[in-house]
């Protein structure tokens, strides 16, 4: 497994996400400040109930213990550190290793060489 660059602190919303391409998929970043401490939390962009992807543009929050964000589209519920969907327990998303380097976010996946860009801009990409 490696990790990709896919982001910069600058490219972050607080309390929001943002959407990043890595190895052809759509992956959903967010970054929650939890007791004062900015946290990151990565899961599959796309919305397997609303079949859209969606996801980085959802409402995050908390229900319970449990950190979630909203999917815009029917608002059902996905857990950001396990991606099961609360109203539908036998649908689970993905979930990424997501760790700071610096100013740098990178995410891990096991697959070889992706292409790591936000969707909305070009990253260079830089493999560790």
Not at 30 to 58: E, K
Not at 70 to 75: D, E, G, N, R
Not at 104 to 126: F, G, N, Y
Request: glycine residues 6%; aromatic residues 8%; proline residues 5%.
């Amino acid at each position: 497994m490696s990790w990709y660059k896919v982001a910069t602190k600058a490219d972050l919303v607080n309390n929001s996400g943002i959407c990043v391409l890595l190895a052809g998929r759509q992956i959903a970043l967010f970054a929650l400040t939890i007791n004062q401490q900015l946290q990151l939390f990565a899961i599959d962009n796309y919305d397997p109930i609303g079949q859209a992807n969606v996801l980085s543009r959802g409402i995050t929050g908390s229900l319970g213990e449990r950190l979630v964000v909203a999917s815009p589209l029917y608002k059902q519920h996905f857990d950001l550190q396990n991606g099961q969907c609360l109203e539908m327990p036998e649908l689970t998303l993905t979930v990424y290793p997501v760790k700071w380097q610096q100013q740098a976010i990178w995410l891990q996946l096991s697959e070889p060489h992706p292409v790591a860009m936000p969707c909305s801009t070009l990253a260079t990409e830089e493999v560790l």
